[in-house]
């Protein structure tokens, strides 16, 4: 395995903050999700950026690399295609399910993968497809999860170090998920970090969260917390890793607080390195405070370099070489082993979408807390791509609690586009909304995006009728 370029700390691109990004003072790279963007149609903040010299690297959301099927051809042509069209240096996804085929079912989020043998053979098959069909190196994730699977049979650390023996890939560490994993799963994030190979770190992502009733919500959506921070610092103890980088996906602050965030990424890297003496470095193992870090986030915000400036980043010390001789392949996951995963994986997603019963072993209590999160993950996506469906009934509040009596126990099966459509539709079919002149409003959005007129009412009153009794 060949050592990783050296990205330095970057930033994840998004259309909302795309001016900010341009600005941010001493930027080396950035992410986009891969889903996002059209080779040929570049977003012309993103072609700036190229221009400068900044590095973007494509992250798929939706291969799917750990479900029981092999990858999607047309997913992985479409990733490939993205990796060339950026110039990118590598390609990153992550070690999760979104789908079954038997049902079709389609989560909508990445949901963590059994650790144990079977899931592990079918993964690494899944892993060896992907990067025959890649033009550069992948890196997987560790994704965050509230669900523990029982009777697993690996740990974490040991589930990554199998993989990568077995089939080359290279980690990309959620630092974030560590902690989200500490808190829903009793995970120990220094277990997880002495046991993987390090000489196989791609990069590393930071993100913030909140805890609510005891579950930590990997949001994406607030401030990067010192605890995160600290596992930034554990990890650097160990390793200069790669690149860093800092994830923001929604309610996004002003452009001088993802600076000050930027710069207490940067104080972490310079003040924990593994080769900083005996008195500064924590021991390995051992999860180390955020003292001299902890300042800086308390703001949520430090001081931006001027205008112009750049920003110091460590000097990169060399990833050290993994051997030679590239690992052997993966037997392949016979069909069997595809069929028990994919019973398992299909148990467990019906209950998140279809409201079928929980299985058996599962923390009854959490598998609810994640469907829920599931619609409202559903209900927001749907809100971006159709943002006249809350005006038309109301307002969020009103919105929100009428597509939840809708996705309740109705899985996505074509996309969010279609469910807004369906969830549309669904509405109309019940006379809602109560208010004439919004159902009108209603009736013209839907029949200018379906091409066709709403059900009459007689159908309306058949179709109610045959729902209440299935």
Request: charge should be negative; include cysteine.
């Given at each position: 395995m060949e050592p990783m370029a050296h990205l330095g700390v970057g930033i994840g691109w998004r259309p909302e903050i795309s001016v900010a990004v341009e600005r941010l003072p001493g930027l080396d790279w950035v992410e986009v999700v891969a889903?996002?963007?059209?080779?040929?149609?570049?977003?012309?903040a993103l072609v700036r950026l190229r221009e400068r010299g900044v590095r973007v690297v494509p992250h798929g959301v939706s291969l799917g690399l750990g479900g029981a099927d092999r990858p999607d051809p047309e997913k992985l042509a479409a990733l490939a295609e993205r990796a060339v069209a950026l110039g990118a240096p590598l390609v990153t996804e992550h070690i999760a399910y979104v789908r079954?085929?038997?049902?079709?079912?389609?989560?909508?989020?990445?949901?963590?993968?059994?650790?144990t043998r079977d899931a592990l053979d079918v993964l690494c098959e899944n892993v060896r497809i992907a990067q025959d069909a890649l033009p550069v190196p992948l890196a997987l994730e560790n994704i965050a999860a509230l669900i523990s699977w029982p009777d697993e049979e690996m740990t974490e650390g040991a589930f990554l170090s199998e993989l990568v023996a077995r089939t080359g890939v290279r980690l990309l560490i959620d630092v974030a998920n560590l902690h989200t994993n500490r808190v829903n799963r009793g995970e120990d994030p220094a277990a997880v970090l002495d046991a993987v190979p390090l000489e196989a770190l791609a990069y590393v992502h930071v993100a913030g969260g909140v805890e609510r009733a005891g579950v930590w919500h990997d949001t994406h959506a607030h401030p990067v917390p010192p605890v995160v921070l600290d596992l930034l610092a554990a990890l650097r103890s160990r390793v200069d890793p790669p690149g860093?980088?800092?994830?923001?996906?929604?309610?996004f602050p002003p452009e001088a607080e993802l600076a000050g965030e930027l710069t207490a990424i940067r104080t972490v890297l310079t003040a924990a390195g593994p080769d900083s003496g005996p008195d500064s470095a924590p021991s390995r193992g051992r999860v180390p405070t955020a003292a001299g870090v902890s300042a800086?986030?308390?703001?949520?915000?430090?001081?931006?370099?001027?205008?112009?400036?750049?920003?110091?980043?460590?000097?990169?010390?060399?990833?050290?070489?993994?051997?030679?001789?590239?690992?052997?392949?993966p037997a392949p996951a016979g069909e069997a082993v595809r069929t028990r995963v994919g019973?398992?994986?299909?148990?467990?997603?019906?209950?998140?979408?279809?409201?079928?019963?929980?299985?058996?072993?599962?923390?009854?209590?959490?598998?609810?807390?994640q469907a829920r999160a599931l619609i409202a993950k559903r209900a927001g996506v749907v809100a971006a791509l159709a943002p006249e469906l809350p005006g038309i009934l109301g307002g969020d509040g009103p919105y929100r609690e009428a597509f939840s009596a809708y996705a309740g126990g109705r899985p996505m099966t074509g996309g969010y586009r279609r469910d807004a459509l369906d969830f549309a539709e669904h509405l109309l079919i019940r006379d809602l909304p109560a208010d004439p002149a919004a159902r009108r409003r209603l009736t013209a959005w839907w029949r200018d995006r379906a091409g066709a007129r709403p059900p009459r009412r007689v159908v309306r009153w058949a179709r109610a009728l045959v729902g209440r009794a299935a």
């Open positions: 889903e996002n963007i059209c080779p040929g149609h570049l977003p012309d079954t085929s038997s049902p079709a079912l389609e989560a909508g989020h990445l949901l963590p993968v059994p650790r860093v980088l800092l994830e923001r996906d929604d309610d800086v986030t308390a703001a949520s915000a430090p001081a931006a370099p001027a205008a112009g400036a750049t920003a110091a980043a460590p000097a990169p010390t060399p990833v050290p070489a993994a051997p030679e001789a590239a690992p052997a392949p019973l398992r994986q299909a148990a467990l997603l019906s209950a998140l979408v279809a409201a079928t019963p929980v299985p058996e072993g599962f923390d009854r209590r959490r598998v609810h807390v």
